[in-house]
């Protein structure tokens, strides 16, 4: 069994402007460059044709390959979330999940058996909420050993 979480649409699009906004002053920073050092004008708009090129192949792969969260068989593994805490753990390393709200925001916490724990942001993932949540129960339940009742 395996899943795969990708981002948020909301969170590729803020992604996506900030790294856009960053690549706004870049170019007008080269422009003032160019300007200051008497440069050709091309050198300038070939490096903003790179990097626009580069902001579009890393806006596909957010899209289209990037994942945020993975939970194999054997354990998970939360990439992108800042203030997540332990980032990948086993199954068996996981004693409980609640649910909780962070800063306002709906969350999944794994409290491990060591005493740490991963919160993940619900927000930041795409699909289904209630889908993830028995995802979550039924990795839990498989990483402990129990089956479910027919």
Do not use: N
Not at 14 to 32: M, P, Q
Not at 105 to 123: K, Q
């Amino acid at each position: 069994m395996q899943h795969d979480y990708r981002p948020a649409p909301a969170l590729v699009a803020r992604l996506l402007g900030l790294a856009l906004a960053g690549l706004g002053v870049v170019l007008l920073v080269l422009l003032v460059a160019a300007w200051l050092l008497d440069l050709p004008l091309g050198y300038a708009v070939l490096l903003a044709a790179v990097l626009l090129f580069v902001l579009g192949a890393v806006g596909l792969w957010l899209v289209r390959r990037a994942t945020v969260l993975r939970f194999t068989d054997q354990g998970y593994r939360l990439r992108f979330v800042r203030g997540a805490g332990v980032t990948r753990a086993r199954w068996a390393d996981v004693e409980d999940a609640v649910t909780t709200h962070v800063a306002g925001s709906p969350c999944i916490v794994l409290r491990l058996r060591d005493g740490g724990s991963t919160t993940i942001p619900v927000d930041v993932l795409a699909g289904d909420r209630e889908e993830l949540i028995h995802v979550v129960q039924a990795a839990l339940d498989r990483g402990h050993g129990l089956r479910r009742l027919k």
